[in-house]
């Protein structure tokens, strides 16, 4: 397993990780298989998403907050449901392709690491299965 470690600098945002992903495992000299990424936190995801306009980016994460805004009167004890809905929406994980060292991941996809509940310190688990 690898581990990933990222910084979020605001209370919603998406960040690219796909470098950092691809990086970590041709590093463990991995060149095709199942990669996996995971997010062990119930107020962030990793999603694919397109990776060109980052307006689109702002877009959906605006569109979440209308269907789960944060001034809506939740029962949850804390102050963060609509982060743990938006998550659970998205979900934890992706899993990817890769061939010749290389993530099949079509011309406009990335990975992204979805942040509802920041800044925080987040941490990304990348697993491969060989192929």
């Known amino acids: 397993m690898i581990h990933l470690e990222i910084s979020t600098s605001h209370t919603s945002e998406m960040v690219d990780i796909t470098e950092m992903v691809h990086e970590a495992v041709i590093k463990k000299g991995i060149r095709s298989g199942l990669v996996t990424v995971f997010v062990p936190h119930t107020t962030a995801s990793v999603i ?3 990776n060109i306009d980052p307006q689109l980016r702002r877009d959906f994460l605006e569109a979440l907050g209308r269907v789960a805004p944060a001034s809506h009167p939740y029962h949850h004890q804390g102050e963060n449901a609509a982060a743990h809905i938006k998550s659970a929406l998205c ?27 920041g800044p925080r310190d987040r941490r990304v688990i990348v697993q491969v299965v060989n192929g």
Do not use: N, S, T, Y
């Not at 979900?91 to 079509?106: D, H, I, T, W, Y």
């Open 48 to 50: 694919l998403f397109e």
């Open 91 to 117: 979900g934890p994980r992706v899993v990817v392709p890769m061939e010749e060292a290389r993530l099949q991941l079509g011309e406009w996809q990335g990975i992204f690491l979805c942040e509802f509940d």
